[in-house]
């Protein structure tokens, strides 16, 4: 056989006779995918409704299993008759006591963790209560520690933690003090995480505007007003909807090569004028 001929993947059979060897060479990748969500189980903080009902839903479909946690005992009751979840809770996520025995009380180890639960707050300061924007500052940053902290020991090795924050924050304006510390502040602080609880992954979804229940309640009889003007200005022509942030925190669960970083998610909303 000549060199030629062996690097075409020729050989001779015992009678003398050529063949052609079919090889598949192998991907710039290794030829690795992205696992389904089979057998994985995911808790969900948020789960009533919007972007981690969605999320929820998604897994679902990607034949995982949810752990749902909401503050509100109905709309979690109305979620879990649709997702069929192993379990849920009804607890205020904000609360360190009952999100530490949360964890605790977990019967095994889970998959991933994803955090929806609170708004933004915005707070003009000519009309700021500072009792209420310390609240705010402190939920955000001491929920998002709160579950890294009692979550480390119930994730898997490679699982993931999920963490929602905005891109909003990122120009500043009236109402926005308290807002743009959060969005500065959650990047570091999920980079920083990412390395102490490795492997396990940590990372942050950045939405801009959504369409959801939250949405709804903030702007009021201006929500389909803010519809329009995104549907003309947005580069995608559309409005980002709760399906559009799940399908990115399903790809974070399933590629196991992402960790410390923040993923926007806002249909190109930073590259227009405000």
Do not use: W
Request: charged share 20%.
């Amino acid at each position: 056989m000549t060199g030629s001929e062996r690097n075409k993947g020729v050989r001779r059979d015992r009678c003398g006779r050529r063949c052609v060897v079919m090889t598949t060479a192998p991907s710039a990748s290794g030829g690795r995918r992205e696992p389904d969500l089979s057998g994985q189980t995911v808790v969900v903080i948020g789960a009533s409704s919007g972007i981690g009902r969605e999320t929820a839903r998604q897994v679902r479909v990607g034949g995982g299993q949810v752990i749902l946690v909401g503050r509100n005992p109905e709309r979690l009751r109305q979620a879990a008759a649709e997702l069929d979840p192993v379990a849920t809770a009804a607890f205020d996520a904000t609360d360190p006591d009952r999100l530490q025995g949360f964890f605790a009380d977990l019967p095994g180890q889970v998959d991933h963790v994803m955090v929806t639960a609170g708004g933004p707050p915005y707070m003009p300061l000519a009309t700021m209560d500072l009792a209420a924007a310390r609240r705010a500052l402190d939920e955000h940053l001491a929920l998002t520690l709160g579950v890294a902290l009692h979550s480390r020991d119930r994730v898997r090795a490679g699982g993931t933690l999920l963490f929602i924050g905005g891109t909003g924050g990122r120009r500043p304006g009236a109402g926005m003090a308290v807002v743009g510390a959060l969005t500065g502040a959650l990047p570091a602080l999920v980079a920083n995480l990412a390395l102490e609880l490795a492997p396990i992954r940590v990372n942050l979804i950045a939405p801009g505007f959504v369409d959801t229940p939250l949405s709804a309640s903030l702007l009021g009889d201006q929500l389909d007003a803010r519809r329009e003007e995104l549907r003309s200005t947005l580069p995608i022509r559309r409005v980002v909807g709760p399906d559009d942030v799940a399908a990115l925190a399903v790809h974070l669960m399933r590629n196991e090569a992402l960790t410390g970083a923040t993923y926007d998610v806002d249909g190109g909303q930073q590259l227009i004028a405000p």
